[in-house]
């Protein structure tokens, strides 16, 4: 009886040891589910927080970023506005330059073209004054009429143009003055020899044609002292002018012949 009893209390035993042994592997599994869904839990609010993180920082970095970035744009927008500006003026003096440049050579070749046909109508002028006579007289005839013309007075009133006279002379000019004076004016444009001279160095040469030209120039006073205007011009006068067109003949007559003056006045000639 006591064995058959004791043999229960085992069986008992090795029951309750086999229950509580599957509890414990029930509350070991258990506790590993816990374990696993906790840290589950804490890996996704980890996540999360670090997510949330991660956004704010980069919200405050897009915004620091925007912010440096029109702090650069306010900097930099003088500068360019600036740099528009002066690639606009460089332009527009680009503009003007060529303008001007392009003016410059019109006018430059203008200039060229009149220089040229000046140079061409001197020379044609020179050679018809070197060889002619009669080209050297009406060139000073003409500059005589313009200055008259210039001083207001008008033909036929104030003064005459190749008027005959009895004896058959005919002064190139009589210009009425008031008080029945008149003033006979002749053009002597003596110059046949000084513009050979003109076209040479200073030298022997050129001095010889000077001194020509001064005697042609006394000859000149002789021959307008012999026409006696006095004699066949009614009204007052003292002397008759005799009028050199050119300034520079006049002076270099004087000057190769110093007495050139006195000589005219002594024949009632005044040099003009």
């Keep these: 009886m006591a064995k058959m009893k004791f043999s229960t209390e085992l069986v008992r035993a090795e ?14 599994a258990e506790m590993e589910n816990v374990a696993t869904a ?36 306010n900097l930099v927008k003088p500068l360019k506005e600036e740099m528009e500006k002066m690639i606009r003026f460089n332009n527009d003096m680009e503009k003007e330059r060529m303008g001007a440049y392009e003016g410059i050579k019109r ?26 006579a009669q ?16 001083a207001g007075l008008s033909e036929h009133v104030d003064f005459f143009e190749q008027v005959t006279l009895e004896d058959g002379s005919r002064p190139d000019f009589v ?27 200073s030298g022997p040469q050129q001095d010889e044609l000077l001194l020509k030209h001064a ?22 006068f003292d002397h008759v002018i005799m009028f050199i067109p050119s300034e520079a003949m006049a002076a270099s007559a004087f000057s190769s012949d110093p007495e050139l ?12």
């Design 107 to 132: 006018h430059l070749k203008d200039l060229g073209d009149k220089t040229e046909s000046l140079s061409t109508r001197t020379t044609a002028l020179s050679t018809a004054l070197t060889t002619s």
């Design 135 to 150: 080209t050297r007289g009406n060139w000073g005839e003409v500059k005589l009429r313009r200055l008259f013309e210039m």
């Design 215 to 236: 005697k042609a120039m006394r000859q000149r006073i002789t021959e307008l002292s012999a026409k006696a205007y006095q004699n066949t011009i009614e009204g007052e």
């Design 261 to 272: 003056m006195d000589y005219a006045m002594s024949k009632s000639v005044l040099i003009a």
């Design 38 to 73: 906790v840290a589950r839990q804490n890996s996704e609010d980890f996540l999360r927080l670090a997510e949330e993180r991660w956004k704010s920082e980069k919200k405050d970095a897009e915004h620091a970023l925007e912010t440096r970035k029109t702090e650069v744009e």
């Design 175 to 201: 210009v009425r003055l008031p008080q029945e004076a008149v003033l006979p004016i002749d053009s002597k444009a003596t110059g046949s020899h000084f513009l050979q001279a003109l076209e040479l160095d």
């Design 15 to 28: 029951v309750e040891a086999q229950a509580a042994q599957g509890n414990k592997a029930i509350l070991v």
